[in-house]
């Protein structure tokens, strides 16, 4: 384990659940990713993320998936891409991502409590 953190400190990590809206390949990234179109609802509207998700998601299959995104990071340049918000997964044994994802569908913008 790394760090401990206060409840104070995890309490200002906004995570929010969002659907995907489009899907394009990030040819200029270093490693194989997306850059997505997220809708996080009324009170934050769509951002942008760029994720390394190529090697267990196509785009097709990415369209309308619910993901939780960390949506209060600063802006961050990648390449000509500038990421607004951050989409969460774990790595498998090769290393490669793993959305992770709820249970049910919730409404874009849900905060995690």
Same mark, same amino acid.
């Given at each position: 384990?790394?760090? !401990?953190? $206060?409840?104070?400190? #995890?309490?200002?990590?906004?995570?929010?659940?969002?659907?995907?809206?489009?899907?394009?390949?990030?040819?200029?990234?270093?490693? +194989?990713?997306?850059?997505?179109?997220?809708?996080?609802?009324?009170?934050? *509207?769509?951002?942008? $993320?760029?994720?390394?998700? &190529?090697?267990?998601? &196509?785009?097709?299959?990415?369209?309308?998936?619910?993901?939780?995104?960390?949506?209060?990071? +600063?802006?961050?340049?990648?390449?000509? #891409?500038? $990421?607004?918000? !951050?989409? &969460?997964?774990?790595?498998?044994?090769?290393?490669?991502?793993?959305? $992770?994802?709820?249970?049910?569908?919730? +409404?874009? *913008?849900?905060?995690?409590?």
């Amino acid at each position: 384990m790394e760090d !401990l953190i $206060s409840w104070h400190d #995890f309490a200002k990590v906004e995570l929010r659940v969002g659907t995907i809206m489009e899907v394009a390949d990030f040819a200029k990234a270093r490693k +194989p990713a997306y850059q997505l179109r997220i809708d996080f609802g009324d009170e934050i *509207g769509i951002l942008k $993320s760029s994720a390394q998700i &190529t090697h267990h998601y &196509t785009k097709e299959e990415l369209i309308g998936r619910q993901v939780i995104a960390v949506v209060n990071f +600063p802006r961050k340049q990648i390449a000509d #891409f500038m $990421s607004e918000c !951050l989409v &969460t997964g774990f790595a498998d044994e090769q290393g490669h991502i793993v959305l $992770s994802a709820v249970e049910r569908a919730l +409404p874009n *913008g849900a905060k995690l409590l």
